[in-house]
């Protein structure tokens, strides 16, 4: 049974920093081909914010490219998203997903950026 959970979500002021994590179980962690952020904000679809894989290949989508950073840490099983020069706009519920034969989903974390 694979269940991933996210924390790190807040309130920041823009230009403001937050970092979050998300941790997969229920499998090996090197194992998940790749662990994604995604996020949804008020009134918008899901969208694809950045995702690594098990080797370490980065990709990100063209709104956060030069401010967020994903990483990942198998020993602590754990992928991380530094999320630096917030704007209002970043505001959303963000999601951890981890692909292993199709993707699993956390339940989301919070994050509000104040302008």
């Known amino acids: 049974q694979v269940q991933v959970v996210e924390s790190g979500g807040g309130l920041v002021q823009a230009g403001g920093s937050l970092r979050l994590s998300c941790t997969a179980s229920?499998?090996?962690?090197?194992?998940?081909?790749?662990m994604g952020w995604y996020r949804q904000g008020p009134g918008k679809q899901r969208e694809f914010v950045a995702q690594i894989t098990s080797g370490g290949r980065t990709n990100y989508a063209d709104s956060v490219k030069g401010r967020f950073t994903i990483s990942r840490d198998n020993t602590y099983n754990t992928v991380y998203l530094q999320m630096n020069s917030l704007k209002p706009e970043d505001t959303a519920v963000y999601y951890c997903a981890a692909t292993y034969s199709r993707l699993y989903w956390g339940q989301g974390t919070q994050v509000t950026v104040s302008s």
């Open positions: 229920g499998r090996t962690f090197s194992s998940y081909s790749t």
